[in-house]
């Protein structure tokens, strides 16, 4: 039987707001343990919460992002459960009126479009983190999570692959960073993503039994453990076998996904909604504010790179893939270099450089000007390519500007057909052999004499020249 | 829905991790099940078409904004816990279920 | 001369203030009081005397330099359990936050301390503020000062204690369903349940937080208006706390009743209302009207049901509120928890009493899955048309009074057997709570028994000038001869 796979996804995403959700303790991630820390996060007694107003705005902003719409009244909700990880042992959440509703992401698949269904976006505060490692027989607690502002984003059961999901997941984060609502560092925990899968032979509309996958520290593994559990759930149902509904982790070394919990009696949460915060009332004057302050998103701004600076639809995706790289890119377009040009150095040697230092292009010496000027001296014959990328070398590391490079070192290009005439006869006439040889028809040993002209300049020999020598020389 | 089962106890009773004795469980059933029973009045009440008062006062959008404050010293947010290390609060260890975190 | 301890709050502060006498003076008369008479009435839990004799100097110091002092310059006040202090323990006469000294003061502690007021130490309550009697306590019994046989009232039972028996000049307490006015009636002095949201709730140990208040206790009206003043206003730390502008309360007190309409509910004068507290009320109301009030019947026609509301709602957020309570971070844990679920359970089985454990168990089963649209949804609903009977009777008056409690204190142990008949005695108080109004508790005499009654008088939310102007006028013409109690 051909079976399809049916998963939804769950992202929790902490916003990056500087304070935490209810209080007024840092969010800063590296912080000690249980340093950032007050008697509101703590839950001790005779404390309240009180609504951070940026995570309101920053959670508009991703629902707005995500073409939900935002509820004009919401509210939050008490959610009951006992967990050392709870300082209060209910968590502070959103229940059945969360802030953003009803939306939806478009993603890439075999080079179309495809819209997966965003259920919900609501708000909620982070738990603590659980130390496993103290020895003892103890765990140990640091509060220094529990408060820390959360948006969970559920999409409908829309999502049909492992490579989907991995898409939708990218061009979540790719959103998010754009609106600079988090930094979505799976590592960090800032983004941490859960799939409920289940398959359902190829032409049916009920589920099947889902199992729900957790805790896997990245996209790729995600898009690996979806994989895994698509197969072993096939596999189990081709061999008469029934898909168990249970929580499941992802053993990264093993590549497989092996059980964590069997389902229990269903949860009984308990929501009701919390009396120590107010509604929140969000109206089209504040929401209409949050929407002019968004800035262009991933789709469009792909799709504007294509037609407006003539990328293909793979430049324009690795062009845009982070904010600070699209503008690097659009600031060295806009100055009137060969946006092409642009975009081939900076996925190539310039990415090369950045990858080896570590850096982000935002970060190194290397501005949007100096590589304005260097694409600038290329086109003028200035310099060669070839030479280029040595001034590219020397810009990454001395922060100088490249008609410096050039000067300093003599890098001009000869374009000066006299000289070049002198160096292309002693050329021919030390090569006898290859002489003979394009003469009777073989054409590659033009590279050969270009090779040894360039070595004789130093690569500066203005290419296009020599080429023309060669040819007038040769007789061709 | 007035009556009460010994169940129903047991379960609540697991549900707020209270945990009781036969006496205290049977007693609980008759004492829920009086004011249950008492409750039940309400619903001589049509309520259909009543908006629940969620919240004591029609006040809404009350914030804070988004500053830093002080944290609490670590060793005076400790010093009032049972158990701790100097670091982190200490509890009987953890069976992780991979259940931790927002559920 | 009277002896400074049975004076009131406005006297103490007035000597104070021109010098008559000294704030440490002041303080030395009650703690000797205290030492002499709270042996029986037991209200104080834990009695300050050096931090409070710190405090008076520092105030003296204060008026000696002649600075501007506050408006509770020396006056002694006592704080229920659950008012976090830095300053000795916050229990809630719980046995699961025996020894929890709060890392900060609740915001009603900050104002008093900032109005140079000397806090005296801690008075006892019902575990949690669960309870009409401070039966509850997991520390120890107070009494009624009028008779020590007979409970205070509860759950501020020990902040009316230290009130009625000059142990105190003033008081601060909370009250959910009557738990500031109730034992204020039981003990004969005044007590205040402002609108939810004029006071801060910061540090005040929840209960219900949809209708738990702080309010004064105080000898006169005058006080409770005195007090008033110092505690209420916007507090960032409570997102529920009203930004609202605080009046002069004390400006209200004009000393007449001229131009206000008192309505009676029909619902809370029927034949139940046993004859000697209907006819203390009758008697107020007579007061009343030679004060220039005009007297109309009212119908609060959803009252009946307010009981069955207030103990689905209260129990419900309690049940989450007394969550945190698990031996994690702070109170007590049981020493003898090998496993995560040990302790939680024998945490909680043996650091809450039986009463808590009760709500706690009654407020998970109405939010349990399937019966929240039946309970807490419906308890909502109800609420609302609670509220709703208040808002066409104001229409009509500009404050109601009723009974504060059905009966006069009664004795140790009479109604501990049967919770539902203790709920009951809370019957003409909880749905002030539910409606979010203000209401006082000012006495109305005593009964034949030599008890204490209290009248309750209910007005328009954020309006406790109202109220507090018929108690004062009431106060000022009733020419009752309370007396204080026969303490030695």
Known sequence: ????????????????????IFCG?????HAPPNTNVCPICLGMPGVMPVLNREMVNKSIAAGLALNCTISRWSKMDRKNYFYPDQSKNYQISQYDLPLCLGGWLEIEVNGGPKRIGITRAHMEEDTARNVHTLGGGRSGVDFNRCGMPL???????????????????????????????????????????????SVRPVGTTSFGTKTEVKNVA????????????????????NEGGAVMQETRGWDADRGITFTQRQKESAHDYRYFPEPDLVPIVVDAAWEQGVAESLPELPQARRARFAKDYGLSAYDAQVITASQDYADYFETVARSGADPKQAANWMMGDLQALLVDAKQEIQDGLITPSHLSNMLKLIEDGTISGKIAKDVLADMFASGKQPEAIVREKGLLQISDSAALEGIVRRILADNPKQTAEFRAG???????FVGQIMKATQGKANPKLVNDILRRELGA | MSTISKKDVDYVAGLAQLHLSDAETNRLVEEMGTILEYIEQLNELDTSGVEPMMHALEVTNIFREDEVTPSLDRDAALAVAPLHDGEYYLVPKILDNGDGGSA | MTAWHQKTAHEIRDAVAKREVSATEITRSYLERIETVDDKVQAYTQVWRSEALAQAEAVDRKAASGQALGPLAGVPVSLKELLCTREGETTCASKILKGFKSPYDAHVVQNLKAADAVLLGKVNMDEFAMGSSTENSSIQRTCNPWNLNCVPGGSSGGSAASVASDCAALSLGSDTGGSIRQPAALCGCVGLKPTYGRVSRFGLVAFASSLDQIGPFSKDVRDAALALNVISGRDPLDATSANLPVPDYTAALT??????TVGMPIEYFTEDLNAEMRGLIQNAVEVMKAQGAKVVDISLPHSKYSVAVYYIIATAEASANLARFDGVRYGFRHPGAQTLQEMYHLTKTEGFGTEVKRRIMLGTYVLSSGYYDAYYLKAQKVRTLIKQDFDRAFEQCDVIITPTSPTAAFEFGAKTTNPLEMYLSDVYTISTNLAAIPGISVPCGLTAAGLPAGLQILGRVFEEAAILRAAHAYEQHHGLAMGKPALA
């Open chain 1, 442 to 448: 073989k054409e590659q040993v033009l590279g050969f």
């Open chain 1, 151 to 197: 948006l969970e984003i559920v999409t409908e059961p829309d999502i049909r692959s492992a490579d989907e999901a991995y898409a939708y997941l990218t061009e979540l984060k790719q959103i998010l960073q754009y609106l600079d609502v988090s930094d979505c560092n799976m590592e960090e925990g800032s983004l941490r993503a859960e799939a409920n899968i």
């Open chain 1, 25 to 29: 303790c840092s969010t800063n991630f």
């Open chain 1, 218 to 237: 990245s996209f790729s593994g995600v898009q690996k453990a979806i994989e895994f559990e698509i197969k072993r759930q096939i596999k189990t149902l």
């Open chain 1, 1 to 20: 039987m051909q079976y399809e796979a049916v998963i939804g996804m769950e992202v929790h995403v902490e916003i990056n707001t500087k304070s935490k």
């Open chain 3, 255 to 260: 000393g007449d009743m001229k131009g206000l």
